[in-house]
């Protein structure tokens, strides 16, 4: 049973950070990212890296303040989110997929998502 548990969210200051993780089991994936959703909007892309190749991909909102990375001894996955804006604030998921999709957006499995929220 695939499993994507995500930890480390919480309250901060604008232009604070946080990390967050994802712990993943159950199989081993092709791709693995980060989605959000604020409330009353749709969920957005935030950041993907393939374990095959280490490429990455990034949201143009986010590049240059979050970072994506992986343990692979831990099969976790972090997102490591600098100079944080209150319009960062959203329920952050984990996301991974089982094979290579053409449309980048495009994943299999969800976790349960952790709320970030930055006050200004």
């Known amino acids: 049973q695939v499993q994507l548990v995500e930890s480390g969210g919480g309250l901060v200051q604008a232009g604070g950070s946080l990390r967050l993780s994802c712990a993943a089991s159950?199989?081993?994936?092709?791709?693995m990212g980060w989605f959000r959703q604020a409330p009353g909007k749709e969920r957005e892309f935030v950041a993907a890296?393939?374990?095959?190749?280490?490429?990455?991909n990034y949201a143009d909102f986010v590049k240059g303040r979050f970072s994506i990375s992986r343990d692979n001894a831990k099969n976790t996955v972090y997102l490591q989110m600098n100079s944080l804006k209150p319009e960062d604030t959203a329920v952050y998921y984990c996301?991974?997929?089982?094979?290579?999709?053409?449309?980048?957006?495009?994943?299999?499995?969800w976790g349960q998502g952790t709320q970030v929220t930055v006050a200004s």
């Open positions: 890296f393939s374990w095959s190749g280490g490429a990455t």
């Open positions: 159950g199989r081993t994936f092709y791709s």
């Open positions: 996301a991974a997929r089982k094979i290579y999709y053409s449309d980048y957006k495009r994943f299999d499995y």
